[in-house]
């Protein structure tokens, strides 16, 4: 998988523009996977995995509503369950062509076991009060909590889940030598994915 480039962190930090906009400068393949989670959820409660069976059994308020360091772990669970499909589909992807994806999925500690080098993979995480603010503007936000019994809360828990996987992220890549930006927005977005570039080794045109 030598022509596959992977920008992994955690929501809201900017990964899927970045992805973008260097898959249209770089004529790169983009893989978004958060676009086909819900099918590898699927196919894992399937196959009898039991966070994918967990997560597929809940409704809002059974997901929203629990501990936050909970949730956190149960999501890394979760990427790691659904690891397989996740580079069953790379692979055939990459055969045909160079691609850059991105997704919360790409976990430091998978990237390590699955032999990914430093090179080809970054991280990039959102300060807290930055993912909070980009978050509360998100149309789909409300949608996305229907049923909660407190909007509000279950919204508060679901921020406290990111920002807690979001420093696991940066812990990992730190203990796996992997490279790491924390998007505080400081940055315009070229900015960052012109750091991302070059640590991909990306010739500028």
């Not at 949730?71 to 499909?85: G, N, P, T």
């Amino acid at each position: 998988m030598a022509n596959i480039y992977y920008i992994g962190g955690s929501p809201c930090a900017g990964k899927s523009t970045v992805a973008e906009m260097l898959s249209q400068k770089y004529d790169l393949y983009y893989f978004k996977v958060d676009g086909i989670l819900d099918e590898y959820t699927r196919r894992g409660a399937q196959n009898g995995y039991p966070v994918c069976k967990k997560i597929v059994a809940m409704d809002a308020e059974q997901t929203w509503m629990r501990d936050p360091l909970l949730q956190c772990r149960e999501e890394l669970d979760f990427y790691a369950e659904v690891f397989e499909y996740v580079s069953a589909d790379l692979k055939r992807v990459a055969a045909q062509r160079s691609v850059i994806t991105e997704g919360a999925a790409y976990v430091p500690k998978l990237m390590r076991w699955a032999g990914v080098l430093g090179s080809r993979y970054i991280a990039i995480t959102p300060a807290g009060e930055f993912q909070i603010f980009h978050y509360s503007k998100r149309e789909f936000v409300p949608y996305i909590l229907e049923g909660c019994r407190s909007k509000d809360q279950a919204f508060r828990n679901w921020m406290v889940r990111d920002i807690l996987f979001a420093k696991e992220v940066q812990k990992q890549c730190d203990q796996e030598n992997y490279a790491s930006i924390i998007n505080d927005g400081s940055m315009k977005i070229e900015e960052l994915a012109g750091r991302v570039a070059a640590h991909f080794g990306f010739r500028n045109e």
